[in-house]
């Protein structure tokens, strides 16, 4: 029997066609598809464009921008940046990024620059009319008000002006503000120079006014002056002397004239007494004045000023006679000198072209001595005269009709069997003391110094100069002279000797500079630096020892250092069997140090009685070498030596006579007529040389009283003595020092290594070789800084030389290398970046709608399985 269908359900056969009618659908809609799907773009940024402002700070400026996106998906959006609207920004180019991102996650960036720039010119305001005095072209004028600006960005413009030479008149300048950015603003405004004349009114070394003073236009009017206690007036020409005069009285409060007299008979006006403000009383009868150097035959009120003119007006005698005494002798010759004033230096120099009288007054007419005797003067402004009646004289200048008048005594001869306590007479049966005129040394000096303060051809004329100079006291020549040492330097072209350095360090101390720090060199450093454990300087020769006490022991320095210890018993070491260091002068030379360290004291306790008997022996010596003329080898420079020496024993001068005689009465003997030493024949260096060593002698001062004290600076560069040594406790190594601190880098340390490496540097020694003539080389060393070292100074024991021995902590141990390795790599990857491919966004999007496609259909043909199955099975 067959087996009976079974029922057909209805329903599940309409669920059945229904599904297969959609599975059909979605086949044929796949099947309709195109094979590329186009998805909408990215989100579209706009406004991202580059934008340039005006900068209104240094800072920059204030920078607003509008930038947004539109997207097919999101419509608009508004992307971030970076950096954000409204933020300052700088001067420049600043590149600003811009992103924005949609809601499918899809991405667009945009960059753009924000250019801040300053363009605008600065502000400028122009000076006021400016006006300056002056006697021809004036450049670049002290005082000129430069033009002012301001800029939002460059707080300092830089302001420059054309021309900036200016002649006599008015000129438009042209001023310049330009600022960093290079940005310019120009304005106007005028410059004018006034003719002028300098003028200096001085009573001997003070100067009551000094400057320059306008010039009245040279057409102006005459002006109407009125003597003083008179209501009359007197027209002079607007630009004589005496108008420009009584303008400047009534323009300042330095002085005032105070008697000004009006002579009708010579149609002239006389300046008579003239009132300082610091003075009580008023200078009256001696107002002299020159223009240019020359003193003009007219009165201040005839003499017309031109632009330019130097004027001195001065109280004193244009011209004068300087006697080589004012005691002479009868039948004994005295020189008498014309002499002009120097109203510019306040000095008298010679004169010639006059003649010199002797005079003596007329009981019958005052104004008109009786002549004596008279003489025209040599090429240096000289006469002498004999006289042979006792009296008291006048000695002028016949050309100044005898005014002023210098007063001369005239004396018989004292004869030594009269009881006069000069000594012996010799044959002549007079006993002469004499002594150089200093003023006329001094004077001699002077008129040698060029124009830029030097004296002589040669620097060291200069330095012996300034010494005497100095013990004369104040003077103008010895400022210049200052100015000029101060200014001069001491460079390798001079002064690699260290007896340079000595002279140089004495002449600068005796004009009060310090020879630590007064100038860009340290002269106390250097000669110290030539000191190599024994003596300083050349070896072979002892004078740059004894010259180097003196600047040492005025330094600060005592027998208690090693350098002059050791220098004090080198130069013992070098005397001779007769009591000399060879020579009169180096004797002399050496008196003197060793009597100067005595007093500063300090010396080692064999010393003193050493010292003490080295000076005595040397004083014998002097003593043995004096000539019947008084004088030593008959020579200048060895008898001023002496003389020092003598005075540096705390002997007199006078008492080391012979043959009535003695070392001043030499001197005196040697000088010349203009006030030099030796005779004129002789070239110009020498007479410097002899005059500047003589001018000390006579003032009977040694080199220790000229020379000023000062003391050592709390940093020394001296090398460090044994006793200076520090011990380092803190190593179990041992630092070796002996006596001079000398560093090697990159090689063995020697044994001159005196104390322990610093912690941050250490300081080695360059030698210099410096030449000083035949007898070699002297060594200078010139400290330098070098990094510190890392390693110990320790000493071998075997060898007896020193060696880098490297920092023990360094070598303790070594790292592990592997672990090292390891720890890099971990490091490595945990601060790699994270990378992220790019994914298209239209491709991802066709791949997800396959895969629902297939995805769904799969679903369909299983689900129409099962109901198949249910239905028919």
């Not at 947004?68 to 959006?77: C, E, H, N, S, Y």
């Not at 006389?270 to 150097?293: E, H, K, M, R």
């Given at each position: 029997?067959?087996?009976?269908y079974?029922s057909?359900?209805?329903?599940?056969?309409f669920r059945?066609?229904c599904f297969?009618?959609g599975?059909?659908?979605?086949?044929i809609?796949?099947?309709m598809m195109p094979?590329?799907?186009a998805?909408?773009?990215?989100?579209?940024?706009?406004?991202?464009?580059?934008?340039?402002?005006?900068?209104t700070?240094?800072?920059?400026?204030m920078?607003t921008?509008?930038?947004?996106?539109t997207?097919?998906v999101?419509?608009i959006?508004?992307?971030i940046c970076?950096?954000?609207?409204g933020?300052?920004f700088?001067l420049g180019t600043?590149?600003?990024?811009?992103?924005?991102t949609?809601?499918?996650?899809?991405?667009?960036?945009?960059?753009?620059g924000?250019?801040?720039?300053?363009t605008?010119?600065?502000?400028?305001?122009p000076?006021?009319?400016?006006t300056?005095?002056s006697?021809?072209?004036?450049t670049d004028?002290a005082?000129?008000?430069?033009?002012t600006?301001?800029?939002?960005?460059?707080?300092n413009?830089?302001i420059?002006?054309f021309p900036?030479?200016?002649?006599?008149?008015?000129?438009t300048?042209?001023?310049?503000?330009?600022?960093a950015?290079?940005?310019?603003?120009?304005t106007t405004s005028?410059?004018?120079?006034?003719?002028?004349?300098m003028i200096?009114?001085?009573n001997g070394?003070?100067?009551?006014f000094?400057?320059a003073?306008?010039?009245?236009?040279s057409?102006?009017?005459?002006v109407?002056?009125?003597?003083?206690?008179t209501?009359s007036t007197?027209?002079?020409?607007a630009?004589?002397?005496?108008s420009?005069l009584?303008t400047?009285?009534?323009?300042?409060?330095?002085?005032?004239?105070t008697?000004?007299q009006?002579?009708s008979?010579?149609?002239?006006f006389?300046?008579n007494?003239i009132t300082?403000t610091?003075?009580?009383?008023?200078l009256?009868?001696?107002w002299?004045?020159?223009?240019?150097?020359t003193?003009?035959s007219?009165?201040?009120?005839?003499?017309?000023?031109?632009?330019g003119?130097?004027?001195?007006l001065?109280?004193?005698?244009p011209r004068?006679?300087?006697?080589?005494?004012?005691?002479?002798?009868?039948?004994i010759?005295?020189?008498?000198?014309a002499?002009?004033y120097?109203p510019?230096?306040?000095?008298?120099?010679?004169?010639t072209?006059v003649?010199?009288?002797v005079?003596?007054?007329d009981p019958?007419?005052p104004?008109n001595?009786?002549?004596i005797?008279t003489?025209?003067v040599?090429?240096?402004?000289?006469?002498?005269?004999i006289?042979n009646?006792?009296g008291?004289?006048g000695?002028?200048i016949?050309?100044?009709?005898?005014?002023?008048l210098?007063?001369?005594?005239?004396a018989?001869p004292?004869?030594?069997s009269g009881?006069?306590?000069?000594?012996s007479?010799?044959s002549?049966g007079?006993?002469?003391?004499?002594?150089?005129n200093i003023q006329n040394a001094?004077?001699f000096l002077?008129?040698?110094?060029?124009?830029?303060?030097?004296?002589?051809s040669?620097i060291?004329?200069?330095?012996?100069?300034?010494?005497?100079?100095s013990?004369a006291g104040?003077?103008?020549?010895?400022?210049?002279?200052k100015?000029y040492?101060?200014?001069?330097?001491?460079?390798?072209?001079?002064?690699?000797?260290?007896a340079d350095?000595?002279?140089r360090?004495?002449?600068l101390?005796?004009?009060g500079?310090?020879?630590?720090?007064?100038?860009?060199?340290?002269?106390?450093?250097?000669?110290?630096s030539?000191?190599d454990?024994?003596?300083?300087g050349?070896?072979?020769?002892?004078n740059?020892d004894?010259?180097?006490l003196?600047?040492?022991?005025k330094?600060?320095y005592s027998?208690?250092?090693e350098v002059?210890?050791?220098?004090l018993?080198?130069?013992?070491?070098?005397?001779?069997a007769?009591?000399?260091?060879?020579?009169?002068?180096?004797?002399?030379?050496?008196i003197?140090?060793?009597?100067?360290a005595?007093?500063?004291g300090?010396?080692g306790v064999?010393l003193?009685?050493?010292?003490?008997s080295?000076?005595?022996a040397?004083?014998?010596f002097?003593r043995?070498s004096?000539?019947?003329n008084?004088?030593?080898?008959?020579?200048?420079?060895s008898t001023?030596w002496a003389?020092?020496?003598?005075?540096a024993?705390g002997d007199?001068?006078p008492?080391?006579?012979?043959n009535?005689?003695?070392?001043l009465?030499f001197?005196?003997s040697?000088?010349?007529?203009?006030?030099g030493?030796e005779?004129?024949s002789?070239n110009?260096?020498?007479?410097?040389?002899?005059t500047?060593?003589?001018i000390?002698?006579?003032?009977?001062?040694?080199?220790e009283?000229i020379?000023?004290?000062?003391?050592?600076?709390a940093v020394?560069t001296?090398?460090?003595?044994?006793s200076?040594?520090?011990?380092n406790?803190?190593t179990?190594?041992p630092?070796t020092?002996?006596?001079?601190?000398?560093i090697?880098p990159?090689?063995n340390?020697t044994?001159?290594?005196?104390s322990r490496?610093?912690?941050?540097?250490a300081?080695?020694?360059?030698e210099?070789?410096l030449?000083v003539g035949k007898n070699?080389?002297?060594?200078?060393?010139a400290?330098q800084?070098?990094?510190?070292?890392?390693?110990?100074?320790i000493?071998?024991?075997?060898a007896?030389?020193?060696?880098?021995?490297?920092?023990?902590?360094a070598?303790?141990?070594?790292?592990d290398t592997?672990?090292?390795?390891?720890?890099?790599?971990?490091k490595?990857q945990?601060?790699a970046?994270l990378?992220?491919?790019?994914?298209?966004a239209?491709?991802a999007?066709?791949?997800i709608?396959?895969a629902?496609?297939?995805?769904t259909?799969?679903?369909?043909?299983y689900?129409?399985?099962?109901?198949?199955?249910?239905f028919?099975?």
């Amino acid at each position: 029997m067959s087996k009976p269908y079974r029922s057909i359900n209805t329903k599940h056969t309409f669920r059945f066609f229904c599904f297969l009618a959609g599975a059909g659908i979605t086949l044929i809609l796949l099947a309709m598809m195109p094979t590329s799907y186009a998805f909408a773009d990215g989100p579209t940024i706009t406004g991202a464009t580059d934008i340039t402002v005006e900068a209104t700070s240094t800072s920059g400026a204030m920078v607003t921008f509008s930038v947004a996106a539109t997207d097919p998906v999101d419509g608009i959006i508004f992307p971030i940046c970076t950096p954000p609207s409204g933020n300052l920004f700088a001067l420049g180019t600043t590149t600003v990024t811009c992103t924005v991102t949609n809601s499918v996650a899809s991405t667009t960036q945009a960059t753009f620059g924000v250019g801040v720039v300053d363009t605008t010119p600065p502000y400028i305001t122009p000076p006021a009319d400016q006006t300056f005095l002056s006697t021809g072209m004036l450049t670049d004028p002290a005082g000129l008000v430069l033009a002012t600006s301001t800029d939002a960005v460059d707080h300092n413009p830089s302001i420059t002006y054309f021309p900036t030479s200016f002649a006599i008149g008015t000129t438009t300048v042209t001023w310049t503000a330009t600022d960093a950015a290079g940005n310019m603003s120009t304005t106007t405004s005028n410059v004018g120079i006034v003719e002028a004349v300098m003028i200096t009114i001085r009573n001997g070394a003070t100067v009551v006014f000094s400057g320059a003073v306008a010039l009245p236009a040279s057409n102006a009017v005459p002006v109407d002056i009125a003597p003083t206690s008179t209501s009359s007036t007197v027209a002079v020409p607007a630009r004589s002397l005496l108008s420009v005069l009584e303008t400047l009285d009534t323009a300042q409060n330095e002085f005032a004239i105070t008697d000004l007299q009006y002579f009708s008979s010579f149609d002239s006006f006389f300046i008579n007494c003239i009132t300082i403000t610091d003075n009580t009383n008023p200078l009256c009868g001696s107002w002299q004045y020159a223009v240019n150097g020359t003193a003009p035959s007219v009165g201040t009120d005839h003499f017309v000023l031109e632009n330019g003119d130097i004027v001195f007006l001065y109280f004193g005698s244009p011209r004068q006679v300087l006697l080589s005494t004012t005691a002479a002798t009868v039948s004994i010759p005295f020189t008498a000198t014309a002499q002009k004033y120097d109203p510019m230096n306040n000095t008298y120099v010679a004169t010639t072209g006059v003649t010199i009288g002797v005079t003596q007054p007329d009981p019958d007419n005052p104004w008109n001595p009786i002549e004596i005797a008279t003489s025209t003067v040599d090429v240096n402004g000289q006469a002498v005269f004999i006289l042979n009646a006792v009296g008291t004289y006048g000695v002028g200048i016949k050309e100044d009709y005898y005014f002023p008048l210098t007063t001369l005594t005239v004396a018989n001869p004292i004869s030594s069997s009269g009881g006069a306590s000069g000594g012996s007479a010799g044959s002549s049966g007079v006993s002469v003391f004499a002594n150089i005129n200093i003023q006329n040394a001094i004077n001699f000096l002077a008129a040698n110094q060029n124009p830029d303060g030097s004296i002589g051809s040669s620097i060291l004329y200069s330095d012996w100069a300034a010494i005497a100079l100095s013990a004369a006291g104040e003077s103008q020549a010895k400022a210049r002279l200052k100015n000029y040492l101060l200014g001069a330097g001491f460079n390798t072209d001079f002064g690699s000797r260290t007896a340079d350095l000595e002279r140089r360090a004495m002449a600068l101390m005796s004009l009060g500079v310090s020879p630590y720090e007064g100038t860009q060199t340290d002269f106390i450093g250097r000669i110290v630096s030539a000191f190599d454990g024994t003596q300083i300087g050349d070896a072979n020769i002892f004078n740059d020892d004894i010259f180097a006490l003196f600047p040492l022991l005025k330094a600060g320095y005592s027998g208690s250092d090693e350098v002059v210890d050791k220098t004090l018993r080198f130069i013992i070491s070098k005397q001779s069997a007769n009591g000399s260091w060879d020579s009169v002068d180096l004797t002399a030379a050496a008196i003197q140090a060793l009597t100067l360290a005595q007093r500063v004291g300090g010396l080692g306790v064999d010393l003193p009685s050493r010292v003490d008997s080295a000076g005595q022996a040397a004083k014998t010596f002097l003593r043995n070498s004096q000539d019947q003329n008084g004088g030593f080898g008959n020579n200048t420079i060895s008898t001023a030596w002496a003389i020092q020496a003598i005075n540096a024993l705390g002997d007199s001068v006078p008492s080391w006579e012979k043959n009535g005689k003695n070392p001043l009465n030499f001197l005196a003997s040697k000088q010349a007529n203009d006030g030099g030493m030796e005779d004129a024949s002789n070239n110009a260096g020498t007479r410097i040389w002899t005059t500047a060593f003589a001018i000390p002698a006579a003032l009977g001062k040694t080199w220790e009283e000229i020379l000023s004290g000062f003391s050592r600076p709390a940093v020394q560069t001296a090398p460090i003595t044994n006793s200076q040594i520090e011990t380092n406790n803190s190593t179990t190594t041992p630092e070796t020092a002996t006596s001079t601190l000398t560093i090697l880098p990159n090689e063995n340390a020697t044994s001159s290594l005196v104390s322990r490496l610093p912690e941050q540097s250490a300081t080695s020694t360059a030698e210099l070789d410096l030449p000083v003539g035949k007898n070699g080389i002297q060594k200078i060393s010139a400290p330098q800084t070098i990094p510190a070292a890392k390693t110990k100074i320790i000493s071998s024991s075997a060898a007896g030389i020193e060696k880098p021995v490297e920092n023990q902590k360094a070598l303790a141990s070594s790292p592990d290398t592997s672990r090292i390795n390891e720890t890099s790599k971990l490091k490595a990857q945990i601060s790699a970046p994270l990378v992220v491919k790019n994914i298209n966004a239209d491709q991802a999007a066709k791949t997800i709608f396959y895969a629902s496609g297939g995805g769904t259909i799969i679903l369909g043909l299983y689900l129409g399985w099962k109901f198949l199955v249910k239905f028919l099975f």
